[in-house]
């Protein structure tokens, strides 16, 4: 739903109001991704709105009701952007909430209610939107697990999706549905579905038994210490990412990176033939058409095994 306003015919302020699912857009015209060697051309902030509309249905469930923190580029990629963690006030279609956080404080965050809040967040320079593991009904009750794989300088992609593969298959053992997506960076996200139930710090103890696990079965591959000396080549299970508090990048937001990449859900069958940043705005679009790779997501229900 995209529409032009005619302002009355001064010219000089404001110049044209753009409407994407009924929030005004200002600066459309704005290049929040300026053409590169890698790029055909422009992408302006019109294009990100009208992207976030688009992909807003399959998007919203995994958004909607979490709290967030934001990426924002009010004069495009590579300049003065900002993450934006505590929040003031509420934009339109979107609500804050006021948490205990980790040092005992009060942190007061974000959540987007519905498409409004999506484009409202977009209109504030959100270019990327990042997500507690826990709905805000359920704060203290994470329902997801993300487990991130990323290289360490100079380690081949190969390994990098073996590591994906072997921890589905460790999983797998465990009869854990996990789903897979790009980052639209460097590495993957393995993401694993949980009714919300167990505490964070079961959350946790899990993460960070599937890593033992992981190093136990395939000692010359993996390591559960986060040590860069102690890798030796060897991939390091980040466990310790799976804390209240901590974020991961939402699926189907976009990156403030070259090329407009996108944190894509993707097929399992795919893994080998999409790279981390192998996904764009462009792209992401184009499968739009295509079956949802994550369609049961929400369907299954499924808890971490007891001990
Ligand atoms: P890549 O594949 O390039 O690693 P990524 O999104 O996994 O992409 P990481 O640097 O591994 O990037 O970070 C993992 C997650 O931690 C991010 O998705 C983000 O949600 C969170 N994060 C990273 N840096 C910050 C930060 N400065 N402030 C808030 N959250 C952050
Ligand atoms: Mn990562």
């Not at 790029?39 to 019109?46: F, L, V």
């Not at 709290?67 to 006030?89: Q, S, Y």
């Not at 993996?222 to 901590?246: C, F, L, M, P």
Request: hydrophobic residues 35%.
């Amino acid at each position: 739903m995209v529409k032009r306003v005619q302002h009355a015919a001064d010219t000089q302020t404001p110049p044209e109001a753009f409407l994407v699912q009924g929030v005004s857009i200002s600066k459309p015209d704005r290049v929040l991704y300026p053409q590169s060697d890698l790029t055909d051309s422009d992408i302006t902030k019109g294009a990100v709105a009208e992207y976030y509309s688009a992909i807003s249905p399959r998007m919203l469930p995994y958004l909607q009701d979490r709290l967030l923190a934001t990426f924002r580029c009010p004069d495009g990629i590579g300049v003065l952007c900002f993450f934006r963690k505590h929040a003031t006030n509420a934009e339109e279609g979107t609500g804050i909430l006021s948490v205990r956080e980790a040092s005992g404080a009060t942190g007061t965050y974000v959540y987007v209610k519905d498409v409004t809040g999506l484009l409202s967040e977009v209109q504030m320079y959100t270019l990327e939107f990042h997500i507690w593991g826990s709905h805000i009904n359920t704060l203290e009750q994470p329902d997801l697990l993300v487990f991130d794989f990323d290289p360490d300088p100079g380690m081949e992609l190969v390994q990098v999706r073996q590591g994906v593969k072997d921890l589905k298959t460790c999983l797998d053992d465990l009869a854990l549905r996990s789903y897979l997506k790009t980052t639209g960076g460097k590495g993957y996200h393995l993401v694993v579905p949980l009714r919300p139930q167990a505490s964070w710090e079961t959350l946790q103890s899990f993460a960070k038994k599937m890593a033992e696990r992981m190093e136990a079965r395939w000692p010359e591959r993996y390591t559960n210490s986060s040590r860069k000396n102690a890798r030796h080549g060897r991939i390091y299970i980040d466990w310790e990412r799976n804390v209240r508090g901590a974020t991961a990048v939402c699926p189907y937001s976009l990156r403030a990176r070259e090329r407009a990449t996108v944190s894509l859900p993707i097929a399992w069958d795919e893994l080998d033939f999409i790279a981390p940043d192998g996904i764009t705005l462009q792209t992401a679009l184009a499968r739009l058409d295509d079956e949802d790779p994550w369609r049961n997501f929400f369907v299954i229900s499924q808890e971490l095994p007891k001990s």
